[in-house]
C-alpha cells in the first residue's frame, strides 16, 4: 500500500479559471513551427462527424462551472478549457488541438431513448439510464464531489429519480472513485441499490498500484501533467478526457459478478448484455450492450484514441492481440445490433454504419501495431528500431480516432516487444551497461567535457533535432547536476518536443520535465483513500510492507509476530530474519516473540505511517510479549516512498 492509491489526484492540474501561461515557457522555436506546419499538412480532412457527435444531443450544463468539494475548495472547472477555440497556436500540435476542442465538451448529452451521458465532469464519463423507477449509471467517474456534482445535474434536468444500480465497467479508480457521490452504503446494504461488476474486479482495484505504487505515483505525476496550468504553453488535456479531478476516491463492493460474454441482466426492468473484456485495457473489464435503447457500451478499450499497451506511469504491459480480439468480437457480435456506440471516456459514435467502421478502424489498429511489431521483431529488429519505423497506414489514418492522443506507435510497438520479449535486446553491451550516471560521467569526458557538449548540443537545438539535443543534456544533467546552463538548455529542448507532440501526455510528461529542470521538483498532493485500503487484501499488505524491509536494520537474528485483527476475524504472522521479512495469514507455527490485538487501522498505522507504539497502544492496540522485538522490527521498515528526481540524479 502507498500513496497512490490515489492514482486519480496525481494530476495536479491548474484549475484556473483564466488562461494563464505556464511560468517560465519559451515560445515555439523557429523549428518547431515549420514541424506544426508540417503536420498539418498530413492531417485528414477534418470533417463535419466528430464536431456533430462530440455535440449532439446537448441537454444542459452547470451553471456554476466551478464543482466545490465540503470545504469550499474547487475539485474541478468544466471551463478550465475553454480557451481552446479558433486556430491552434504555435505551441501546440494541430491535431491536439483540434481533439482538445471536442474533448472539452461538457454537461448532460442525450444519446439514445432513456439513455444519457454526463460528460466532461471528469477524466470519464457517467453513463445514465433510465430504468423503471430509477437511474442506472455506469462508471461514476473518480471522486464522489464530481459524481454528484453530475448526479445532481442528471436529477436537476430530467426529474428527480433514485439511483436504482451502478455498473463499474472496470477497475481503474476513474470508473468507480466517485461512487459515494451517487450512492449510500446503507443503501446497498438494505438492497435499494445493486452495485454490479466483472469477475476479480475488488482484488484487481485494491491492487494494481499496490507493490510498485511509489513509483507509479511519480511517474503520474509526468503523464498527467502535475504543476502544468492548461494553456497553449502548458497542459492540454490527457488524451483520453481532460484531467483527473481531485476530491475523495471512495469505493463500494459489488452486490452482483459477470463472469463471462453473453451474461444478461434485467436491472429495473432494462435488459443488459454484456461483453467479458479482462485482459485489455484492464484486468478486470466488461462492456454493456443496452438492449431496449440498441446502445453499446465500450468501456475503454474503444474511444477517440490510440490507447496505451503500456500506460508511461507504469503498469504490466497490456495484450494488445487480445485487445484487438475484443474488438473483433464487438464488430462481430454487438455492432450489427447497435445504433449508437458509446465509451466510457469522449463522444459516441451515432448510426449503424458509422459506429461499425469505427469500430472496425479501432480493432484493425491495435491488430496492426501488434502483427507489425512482432513481424518486425521475429526478423531481428529491436523495440527501438521497431519503434522508429513503424508507422499508421494512411487508410487507418484517415479516422482521427485512432491518432495517438494518448497511447502512440512509438511506445506501443515497443510495450508490445516488452510483452514478448522483455526489455533485453540480446546485444551483450546492454547485458551490464554501467548505470546512468556513471555512464553519463564518461559519455561527457569522451566527447570532450560539459562545453562541448553544451556546444553539440546547441548546435542540434539550432537545426531542431530536440531529440539529439535532449539525448545529449540529459547526459551532462546526470553527470554535473549542478550544472544550471544544461539544465536550463534541457527544459528548452523537452519543452519544444512537448510542443510538437501530437499526444497529450507526451505534451505533458516534456513539459514537466522542462518545469522541474526550471524550477525543482513540486511536492506531491497524494492522499490516501480509507474505502481501497479497506479492500486492500491482508495479505497483499503484508507483501507491500515486506518490500520496504531492510535487513540490515534490524539487530537481531530473527524476530515473530502475531497479528490478531480483530475487526476482520482474521489472524496473520510476521516472520523477520537477516534477509527477508515473511507476512502470512493463519496462526503460523512456534512461539511469537510479540502478539499484537487490535484493528486492523492500527497495525497498519505502525507497518505503513510508522506511527509510535506508545500512541497505538493508546488508541486501542493491545501489545502482549516483547515490545524491543517489535520496535526492531518496525525500526527495520523504511517509511512510505517520497517523491524522486527523474530528469535529475
Given at each position: 500500500m502507498t500513496r497512490a492509491l490515489l492514482a486519480g489526484l496525481l494530476a495536479g492540474v491548474s484549475l484556473?479559471?483564466?488562461?494563464?501561461?505556464?511560468?517560465?515557457?519559451?515560445?515555439a522555436s523557429h523549428a518547431t513551427i515549420e514541424a506544426q506546419r508540417a503536420a498539418a499538412s498530413t492531417l485528414p480532412a477534418d470533417g463535419t462527424r466528430d464536431a456533430d457527435f462530440a455535440t449532439r444531443g446537448f441537454v444542459a450544463t452547470r451553471v456554476d462551472p466551478v464543482i466545490r468539494n465540503a470545504r469550499g475548495e474547487p475539485v474541478w472547472n468544466l471551463d478550465a478549457y475553454a480557451f481552446v477555440t479558433g486556430d491552434a497556436p504555435a505551441t501546440v500540435h494541430p491535431s491536439l488541438w483540434r481533439h482538445m476542442k471536442y474533448l472539452k465538451q461538457h454537461g448532460l448529452y442525450r444519446v439514445a431513448e432513456n439513455v444519457w451521458q454526463v460528460r466532461g465532469f471528469d477524466l470519464s464519463n457517467m453513463t445514465v439510464i433510465r430504468g423503471n423507477t430509477g437511474w442506472i449509471l455506469i462508471d461514476p467517474l473518480t471522486t464522489q464531489e464530481v459524481a454528484a456534482a453530475a448526479l445532481e445535474l442528471v436529477n436537476e434536468t430530467l426529474g428527480e429519480r433514485p439511483v436504482s444500480a451502478v455498473i463499474y465497467s472496470h477497475s481503474h479508480v476513474d470508473h468507480f472513485g466517485g461512487v459515494r457521490g451517487v450512492a449510500s452504503a446503507h443503501d446497498v446494504a438494505a438492497g435499494r441499490i445493486s452495485i454490479i461488476a466483472p469477475e476479480h474486479f475488488m482484488e484487481e482495484a485494491a491492487s494494481e498500484n499496490v507493490m510498485a505504487g511509489g513509483a507509479m505515483q511519480r511517474r503520474a505525476a509526468f503523464q498527467f501533467g502535475a504543476g502544468l496550468v492548461p494553456g497553449n504553453s502548458g497542459q492540454m488535456g490527457s488524451g483520453i478526457g481532460a484531467a483527473v479531478s481531485r476530491g475523495q476516491i471512495t469505493l463500494l463492493a459489488p452486490t452482483d459478478t459477470?463472469?463471462?460474454?453473453?451474461?444478461?441482466?434485467?436491472?429495473?426492468?432494462?435488459?443488459?448484455?454484456?461483453?467479458?473484456?479482462?485482459?485489455?485495457?484492464?484486468?478486470?473489464?466488461?462492456?454493456?450492450?443496452?438492449a431496449p435503447a440498441r446502445t453499446f457500451l465500450t468501456a475503454e478499450i474503444a474511444t477517440c484514441t490510440l490507447h496505451n499497451i503500456l500506460t508511461p506511469?507504469?503498469?504490466?504491459?497490456?495484450?494488445?492481440?487480445?485487445?484487438?480480439?475484443?474488438?473483433?468480437?464487438?464488430?462481430?457480435?454487438?455492432?450489427?445490433?447497435?445504433?449508437?456506440?458509446?465509451?466510457?471516456?469522449?463522444?459516441p459514435q451515432f448510426g449503424n454504419a458509422e459506429a461499425t467502421e469505427w469500430l472496425t478502424a479501432q480493432r484493425d489498429n491495435y491488430r496492426f501495431l501488434h502483427d507489425q511489431t512482432v513481424r518486425?521483431?521475429?526478423?531481428?529488429?529491436?523495440?527501438?528500431?521497431?519503434?522508429?519505423?513503424?508507422?499508421?497506414?494512411?487508410?487507418?489514418?484517415?479516422?482521427?480516432?485512432?491518432?495517438?492522443?494518448?497511447?502512440?506507435?512509438?511506445?506501443?510497438?515497443?510495450?508490445?516487444?516488452q510483452y514478448y520479449l522483455g526489455w533485453y535486446d540480446a546485444v551483450p553491451a546492454n547485458l551490464h551497461a554501467h548505470p546512468p550516471v556513471a555512464r553519463a560521467q564518461r559519455t561527457v569526458e569522451a566527447l570532450g567535457g560539459a562545453e562541448?557538449?553544451?556546444?553539440?548540443?546547441?548546435?542540434?537545438?539550432?537545426?531542431?533535432?530536440?531529440?539529439?539535443?535532449?539525448?545529449?543534456?540529459?547526459?551532462?544533467?546526470?553527470?554535473?547536476?549542478?550544472?544550471?546552463?544544461?539544465?536550463?538548455l534541457l527544459a528548452d529542448s523537452y519543452e519544444q518536443q512537448g510542443y510538437q507532440a501530437e499526444?497529450?501526455?507526451?505534451?505533458?510528461?516534456?513539459?514537466?520535465?522542462?518545469?522541474?529542470?526550471?524550477?525543482?521538483?513540486?511536492p506531491s498532493n497524494a492522499t490516501q483513500s480509507p474505502d481501497l485500503i479497506a479492500a486492500i487484501p491482508t495479505e497483499l499488505l503484508l507483501d507491500s510492507a515486506a518490500t520496504r524491509y531492510s535487513p540490515g536494520k534490524l539487530g537481531r537474528e530473527r524476530m515473530n509476530a502475531r497479528l490478531n485483527l480483530?475487526?476482520?476475524?482474521?489472524?496473520?504472522?510476521?516472520?523477520?530474519?537477516?534477509?527477508?521479512?515473511?507476512?502470512?495469514?493463519?496462526?503460523?507455527?512456534?512461539?511469537?516473540?510479540?502478539?499484537?490485538?487490535?484493528?486492523?487501522?492500527?497495525?497498519?498505522?505502525?507497518?505503513?505511517?510508522?506511527?509510535?507504539?506508545?500512541?497505538?497502544?493508546?488508541?486501542?492496540?493491545?501489545?502482549?510479549?516483547?515490545?524491543?522485538?517489535?520496535?526492531?522490527?518496525?525500526?527495520?521498515?523504511?517509511?512510505?516512498?517520497?517523491?524522486?528526481?527523474?530528469?535529475?540524479?
Open positions: 484556473t479559471t483564466t488562461l494563464a501561461a505556464q511560468e517560465g515557457a519559451k515560445p459477470i463472469t463471462y460474454t453473453g451474461e444478461t441482466r434485467t436491472i429495473d426492468g432494462v435488459d443488459l448484455e454484456f461483453q467479458i473484456v479482462s485482459g485489455s485495457e484492464a484486468p478486470s473489464e466488461l462492456n454493456v450492450y443496452i506511469r507504469g503498469a504490466k504491459v497490456r495484450d494488445a492481440r487480445a485487445w484487438a480480439g475484443f474488438l473483433d468480437e464487438a464488430v462481430q457480435d454487438f455492432a450489427p445490433k447497435s445504433d449508437v456506440v458509446i465509451s466510457s471516456h469522449c463522444w518486425r521483431m521475429n526478423q531481428g529488429a529491436t523495440m527501438a528500431e521497431i519503434a522508429e519505423d513503424l508507422s499508421q497506414p494512411a487508410e487507418l489514418g484517415e479516422e482521427w480516432s485512432t491518432h495517438g492522443y494518448y497511447g502512440t506507435y512509438s511506445h506501443n510497438s515497443k510495450a508490445i516487444y562541448r557538449v553544451i556546444a553539440l548540443a546547441r548546435n542540434a537545438m539550432a537545426t531542431g533535432d530536440y531529440r539529439w539535443s535532449s539525448d545529449l543534456l540529459q547526459q551532462l544533467v546526470f553527470a554535473a547536476p549542478d550544472n544550471s546552463e544544461a539544465k536550463l499526444s497529450a501526455i507526451w505534451r505533458n510528461q516534456f513539459l514537466v520535465a522542462a518545469n522541474e529542470l526550471r524550477s525543482g521538483r513540486a480483530t475487526d476482520r476475524a482474521e489472524t496473520a504472522v510476521i516472520e523477520a530474519n537477516g534477509n527477508v521479512m515473511i507476512g502470512r495469514m493463519g496462526d503460523g507455527a512456534g512461539t511469537a516473540d510479540v502478539t499484537l490485538t487490535g484493528p486492523r487501522q492500527l497495525m497498519l498505522g505502525l507497518l505503513f505511517l510508522k506511527l509510535p507504539l506508545a500512541q497505538m497502544q493508546a488508541a486501542g492496540l493491545q501489545v502482549d510479549g516483547d515490545p524491543a522485538a517489535l520496535q526492531a522490527m518496525l525500526d527495520a521498515l523504511d517509511p512510505l516512498p517520497a517523491s524522486f528526481d527523474i530528469v535529475t540524479p
